[in-house]
């Protein structure tokens, strides 16, 4: 079946950097991506990869890791106005290339 | 600002009713799709089109129903109207339907 993993929620501090992991199952995998959702408002693209290894974009970074079905989304120097929810999604080739999303992760940055 | 634009931004209405939710893509975009997400859920796809076609369909229930217009603008109307149909609904577009899926802004439905 299909099925994509994340923490539920995390906490981390400003300034500090902070690792969300998102495992999934899927029956034709086609590439993974992160949104980021401030609460109330439309997901914002954040990343995208497809093939293995790490993909930096300034403060954020994605990885993945096809074998184990594994990516995480690196976050450094850490902004109050990081505080917002963080979707994995995987598209599948199974699925006729729809997105399958992860409930998300609720990351709340203290200052 | 992803380009995707969607009226209304708000809507309060009754058990009962039907309303009608319109999105227009991003310039260029033949793919658009409609999501449900109810209060501190993760995202529900309801259904695909392109380029004016049905192209996949998921936990819409019977009572939705959505199309795209020549223009490629949609809509997406939602009948008999529930409580727990109050929820954001967004739609997204992107180019054909494999790449990227940019969001517009949302509408925010209550059913009284």
Redesign the interface.
Known sequence: GQNIDQPTEMTATEGAIVQINCTYQTSGF?GL?WYQQHA??????LS?NVLDGLEEKGRFSSFLSRSKGYSYLLLKELQMKDSASY?CAV?DQG?????I????TKLIIKP | DSGVTQTPKHLITATGQRVTLRCSPRSGDLSVYWYQQSLDQGLQFLIQYYNGEERAKGNILERFSAQQFPDLHSELNLSSLELGDSALYFCASSLRGEETQYFGPGTRLLVL
């Not at chain 1, 699925?95 to 997105?99: A, C």
Request: hydrophobic fraction near 35%; glycine fraction near 16%.
């Open positions: 086609n991506f109330g408002e439309a997901p914002t693209f995208y979707l598209r699925s006729n290339y729809q997105l999303w992860g409930a998300g």
